[in-house]
């Protein structure tokens, strides 16, 4: 299921701007890698070129080449649509389709797989989605009702429950609690420590003590200025960015010195 | 226990602005109310004696008024939806072009385009109509009688003229066509983005991301804006009156030369000539019309308020 990411030398353009530069990393399958850093130093645009959903924005394009088990994003004819269909995507503010039940949000990525599910398997797999999201004994008895009905933390599981449907190698989450309360963040960090069994998972966190408490790795992403591109400064195990990193701009970032 | 001495109560101070203000939206608000009024009652009193009147007073063969008015009713709806059913898919079609397919340019361009058609009077589309369209597909007509004049709607003879209710219909969806569109696109622009990327993430193609985001996203708004088609194809006056020759039939074939009229033209071609009781038969025609249109957009809201609690308003 899941898969072993490497980056080699990516920079990412938005029109004549580079957003992001030069980044060189490897991810072990089955592990969790946070990315920190200041708010538009590019991890955000970075973790999106993993799946490629960058492209949504006219203009982006992207120099380097990311292999997943060894295979190029970025090759030719490499169907976007595809690579989106392996690494599955978690995003900031949860978005559950408003228009669909809770079950139907759980089926809509395998639905577009084309699979004629009979309904016992289309049960099954809404059962084992939802279990695996944590979700399943709060919202069992309302399958049906709409998924926007629910509260932010148990729509973000929902998201969660999505993406891990279509049974994907990667799933990346880009700030995934930002917009929850504690306890709600409780329930995804401890989702995310059952989710590293099976999955490979990549996130973007503004939360210092989130990185340190879920991820096994931690990249340290900065900006030398507003204009200039981001690039990957420090990528370790997290308890060595954390407790002794090497350069000082993750020092000071991490201990809260900044600037 | 006591209880604490009843604070006084607050008033709120009253600023000039504020009072204008709701003044203002207060009397704009009973003014429709009062319009919507006025009609009704003039409709309503008007119409009443067409209700009883002799079997003389009608043209052609009706005994009664309901006789009279029955078909006119069918082809008021049936000319209106022939052309919603035209006119919405394609509408559909150009709203999502522009929306989420075309580049910027020529969607602004196609968007202009659109506006424009919008504003061509009905006097126009009418001559268009008998002048243009109307020859123009008769071979058309005259083939598919030939080929499919087994199908009900279909069926021969075919008019000479090309001017049959089925032309009628394709001018109407022309005129009815950039609303539709217009408003379509504007509610398909509204598409929150999170939901788009939320498809997308989940590896939907362009048309799957339209079918989970969009579409249903912009449900409400179609509707919406088929019924404001719909009112402007069942009101539609001058475009029927030009291209039909009228005749009191209810018939499903649209390519014959005997077709139903509708109540706007109908009024429209005999008003001038009516007296006495005729005008008020006429009237009545046009509370019918008025009651046809309050039903067709109670029906729209019903439809969008039904799966209200999946509008993702909540």
């Known amino acids: 299921m899941s898969k072993r990411i490497e980056v080699n030398d990516l920079n990412v353009y938005y029109g004549s701007f580079r957003a992001v530069e030069g980044i060189t990393l490897e991810i072990e399958p089955r592990t969790v890698t946070a990315f920190i850093g200041p708010s538009g130093c590019g991890k955000s645009t970075f973790l999106r070129t993993l799946n490629r959903m960058h492209e949504v924005i006219p203009g982006a394009r992207v120099e380097g080449e990311v292999l997943i088990d060894g295979n190029n994003l970025y090759g030719p004819g490499v169907d976007p649509v595809l690579v989106r269909r392996q690494v599955g995507m978690v995003f900031q503010r949860p978005n559950p389709f408003p228009t669909m039940s809770i079950k139907e949000n759980v089926l809509a990525g395998v639905r577009l797989n084309n699979r004629k599910l009979s309904k016992s398997d289309a049960d099954d797999l809404v059962e084992k989605s939802l279990q695996g999201a944590n979700l399943w004994n709060e919202v069992k008895d309302r399958l049906d009702r709409p998924g926007s009905g629910l509260s932010g933390g148990q729509q973000q599981r929902l998201c969660i429950a999505r993406a891990i449907a279509v049974s994907p190698e990667v799933i990346l989450m880009d700030e995934p609690c930002s917009a929850l309360d504690p306890i709600s963040t409780l329930a995804i960090e401890d989702l995310i420590e059952e989710l590293k069994q099976e999955y490979t998972i990549v996130i973007v966190t503004h939360n210092m003590q989130q990185a340190s408490r879920v991820s096994d790795k931690t990249a340290f992403f900065n900006i030398a200025g507003t204009g200039k591109p981001g690039k990957l400064i420090e990528y370790a195990d997290t308890t060595t960015i954390f407790s002794n990193p090497t350069v000082k701009a993750t020092e000071d970032y991490v201990s809260g010195r900044f600037g | ?314």
């Open chain 2, 1 to 314: 226990m006591t209880t604490a001495p009843a604070a006084p109560a607050i008033k709120a101070k009253q600023r000039p602005g504020d009072r204008v203000f709701s003044t203002a939206t207060v009397v704009s608000g009973s003014l429709i109310l009062v319009t919507l009024a006025a009609v009704a009652i003039f409709l309503v009193a008007q119409a009443l004696p067409a209700f009883t009147a002799e079997p003389t007073a009608f043209k052609g063969d009706a005994e009664n008024f309901w006789q009279y008015v029955g078909p006119l009713v069918f082809g008021t709806i049936w000319a209106a939806a022939l052309a919603l059913l035209m006119a919405v898919p394609v509408a559909i079609g150009i709203a999502l072009f522009i929306s989420h397919y075309a580049p910027r340019r020529l969607a602004q361009a196609l968007g202009y385009v659109i506006d424009l058609l919008a504003a061509v009077p009905s006097v126009v589309f009418g001559l268009w109509g008998i002048t243009v369209l109307a020859p123009a597909v008769q071979p058309f007509y005259t083939s598919l009688t030939e080929w499919f004049g087994w199908f009900p709607l279909f069926a021969g003879p075919v008019s000479g003229t090309g001017r049959t209710i089925l032309t009628v219909a394709i001018v109407l969806a022309v005129m009815i066509l950039p609303i539709i569109t217009a408003l379509s696109r504007e509610v398909f622009l509204q598409t929150p983005v999170l939901h788009e990327e939320a498809a997308l993430a989940l590896g939907a193609t362009r048309w799957e991301m339209i079918k989970l985001a969009v579409l249903p996203f912009g449900r409400p708004g179609i509707i919406s804006a088929s019924m404001l088609g719909l009112g402007r194809a069942l009101g539609e006056t001058m475009v029927v009156a030009m291209v039909l020759s009228p005749a009191a039939v209810i018939s499903f074939a649209v390519l014959q030369s005997q077709n139903p009229t509708t109540i706007a033209a109908n009024i429209a071609l005999n008003f001038p000539e009516a007296h006495d009781i005729g005008v008020n038969i006429l009237i009545a025609t046009g509370l019918i019309l008025f009651v046809i249109t309050l039903a067709v957009n109670m029906l729209a809201r019903y439809i969008v308020e039904r799966r209200k609690d999946f509008s993702g308003a909540n």
